[in-house]
């Protein structure tokens, strides 16, 4: 029985946690053949459980781009002597020397260099940024498998490192509705009473996510709806928060830190999604509002068309005075939108499949291979 090992430390994160939880929780209904070895933050540990008995909790306390990562990490990896290893995020121990694959979810670190998207000093940034830039170009060479979420991310990786071959490294898994949206629950919360004929953002506040763009074009909608923002607590969104109350428009409105039930019924009521963003590389929010049968409202951007086609009312993410009238344009004509065949082809169940397969495949490789 061979050992794997999958790096769940983000496992409560944003958009890459979501991919965790759902791999996690299709892997743990299957028949295995291998033992996982699932390793996850200290805070994580107690309240991650699986009954699949081939699936084992380890504590692997390292925080990602921090130097116990590169440390203490390799050095629990190698004491676990796996046989393959899935890191689930771009960064991981750069020493680390035995067969692994690797999901690159999209490229907007490099596609989007920008010193306003840190948190530190411009010199701890720019030096940060270079750490990332060589993690990710050995992550690309070293990697067995690499695994993105769209074909546009995998174009992406190809045009951007332009190396023999990579095409047949990379294989495409489009994720899914999540498993925590399918049990369907809903909770009002008395938000009924308080949000009327409301457009909605959901994620976070990171600069390419464009919404500050969004909420100039809001104000200058002359009408009596609602912008409501969901997303976490955190330094991008206190920043935001800022530039709302500047404008003291008690149109937009920013809620922070919601259940994922409470988050539902924004999803279930809302007028549509609108989606901003300059760069993405699947766009999870999407899904989940196409399941509850909204309509999209977003960006213009690749993914997007290749994942939605003309499914949804685009517009230019750096125009504002096109997103006011796409806005304007939907208020007017409310357009439909069918997304079923879509969501046909979009599922986390399926992408956990895949994604075992490519296990396999590797762990097929000559045991002579480094």
């Not at 689930?88 to 690159?104: L, M, N």
């Not at 720019?126 to 690499?146: D, E, M, V």
């Not at 763009?213 to 909608?221: G, P, Q, Y």
Request: net charge positive.
């Amino acid at each position: 029985m061979k050992k794997i090992g999958i790096d769940a430390r983000l496992y409560n994160q944003t958009g890459v946690g979501t991919y965790l939880k759902n791999l996690l929780f299709y892997l743990d209904k299957k028949k295995l053949n291998n033992l996982f070895y699932v390793y996850l933050l200290k805070k994580d540990f107690e309240n991650v459980n699986f009954k699949n008995k081939n699936i084992i909790k380890r504590i692997a306390d390292y925080k990602w781009h921090s130097f116990s990562e590169q440390t203490s990490f390799l050095k629990t990896l190698l004491q676990d002597n796996l046989d393959l290893v899935h890191f689930t995020y771009f960064t991981f121990p750069i020493f680390y020397p035995k067969k692994f694959i690797i999901t690159i979810h999209d490229l907007t670190p490099i596609l989007f260099k920008t010193g306003k998207a840190s948190t530190k000093n411009i010199f701890i940034y720019y030096f940060k940024y270079l750490i990332f830039k060589i993690l990710f170009f050995i992550s690309i060479i070293r990697a067995k498998i690499i695994i993105t979420p769209t074909y546009t991310v995998k174009k992406q990786l190809m045009d951007y490192l332009k190396l023999r071959n990579l095409d047949k490294k990379i294989k495409v898994f489009y994720e899914g509705i999540s498993f925590q949206l399918l049990e369907k629950k809903i909770i009002d919360d008395n938000f009924s009473k308080k949000f009327k004929n409301f457009f909605l953002y959901v994620g976070n506040f990171y600069p390419h996510k464009n919404v500050e763009n969004l909420i100039k074009a809001f104000v200058e909608l002359k009408n009596n709806n609602q912008l409501v923002l969901i997303g976490p607590d955190d330094f991008f969104t206190k920043r935001l928060e800022k530039f709302i109350n500047k404008l003291n428009n008690k149109r937009i409105i920013l809620l922070k830190n919601l259940s994922r039930e409470k988050i539902n019924w924004f999803y279930k009521n809302c007028l549509a999604l609108i989606h901003p963003s300059l760069s993405e590389g699947f766009g999870l929010t999407l899904v989940e509002a196409a399941y509850f049968q909204r309509p999209i409202i977003a960006s213009n951007i690749e993914v997007f068309k290749e994942l939605w086609g003309d499914n949804y009312l685009s517009f230019d993410p750096k125009n504002i005075n096109d997103i006011k009238e796409k806005i304007e344009f939907f208020i007017k004509n409310r357009p439909i939108f069918d997304y079923y065949k879509i969501l046909k082809n979009l599922s986390f169940q399926k992408m956990t499949e895949e994604t075992v397969k490519v296990y396999e495949q590797v762990l097929s490789l000559s045991k002579t291979e480094p």
